[in-house]
């Protein structure tokens, strides 16, 4: 959907599943309720590619009709990345600039310090980086979804807490210090269920698993677990605010990654 009438904002809408994935038709469904949606989402899975741009990447756009809930949308799929998604939006699909850019709904939450692993929150922060609010959502999955497009999975609560914080993220400015914002929703959470402001995690969310082959002359991606030491987190993290407290979480991020150190004594640290 375009903009032709400025009474309503304008809402970009990528993903890193794919743009056959339920989750983005969730968010879709409900964004639509508030703006406009401008649906730009690579045409293939692509999670774990992080705020990637990746040089073999064709940048083709092929424009579809997808039916929800017996609504027809034009939609974009986009030969690229997450963030390439992103950017063939603003730069081409969308003809100004969006109000807001959302990401998601993913399959599977997006914790801690792994958050530069995720194509959900690596296309927000490409838009972030263009001066765009924008908004990272998942949903809390086992992790045998989290590459599927399964129908088992119900985004209906994800959906409304997507809205729910895109209302607010269009009707006022981030603070100083605030680039963009992620929100993490429990698998079992309901339209009532409370939310937290949550800071990172520090500790590691997900573990690697080594591949089980014969041979490396054989496939065998690394895969992942949940980490053992997320049963010692405490404080209100996102991870013990999604997994313990069993709330939404959510956690302003910035894109300034400098650490915040005195710079004298690291200069000195540096030159003794």
């Known amino acids: 959907m375009r903009n032709m009438n400025n009474s309503k ?22 964004l639509s309720r508030i703006g406009f949606v401008t649906v730009a989402a690579p045409r293939e899975q692509s999670s774990g590619m992080g705020r990637s741009l990746p040089s073999t990447s064709d940048g083709i756009i092929r424009k579809e009709l997808v039916q929800v809930n017996g609504q027809e949308w034009s939609v974009y799929a986009v030969g690229g990345s997450p963030a390439q998604s992103v950017l ?35 296309a927000a922060m490409e838009a972030a980086s263009l001066g765009i609010p924008a908004l990272a959502v998942s949903l809390e999955t086992d992790t045998k979804y989290h590459l599927s497009h399964s129908e088992e999975i119900d985004f209906k609560t994800a959906g409304y807490f997507t809205a729910y914080f895109a209302k607010r993220l269009l009707a006022k400015k981030f603070s100083h210090g605030i680039h963009l914002m992620k929100v993490e929703v429990p698998a079992h959470a309901t339209p009532e269920t409370e939310w937290q402001v949550a800071r990172l995690s520090s500790l590691r969310y997900y573990d690697p698993v080594p591949a089980e082959r014969d041979s490396w002359e054989q496939p065998g991606p690394v895969s992942y677990k949940h980490s053992e030491v997320l049963e010692e987190e405490e404080g209100d993290t996102d991870a013990n605010v999604l997994r313990k407290k069993k709330i939404v979480a959510v956690t302003p991020l910035n894109l300034d990654m400098t650490a915040r150190v005195d710079f004298n004594e690291f200069d000195e640290f540096l030159r003794k």
Not at 93 to 115: A, Q, R
């Open 9 to 30: 904002p304008h809402i970009l809408l990528t993903n890193d599943d794919g743009i056959q994935s339920p989750g983005l038709w969730a968010a879709a469904s409900e």
């Open 88 to 122: 063939h939006g603003i730069l081409e699909i969308v003809p100004h600039k969006p109000d807001l850019v959302v990401s998601g709904i993913n399959y599977g939450e997006n914790v801690g310090y792994g958050i530069t692993i995720s194509g959900t929150v690596g």
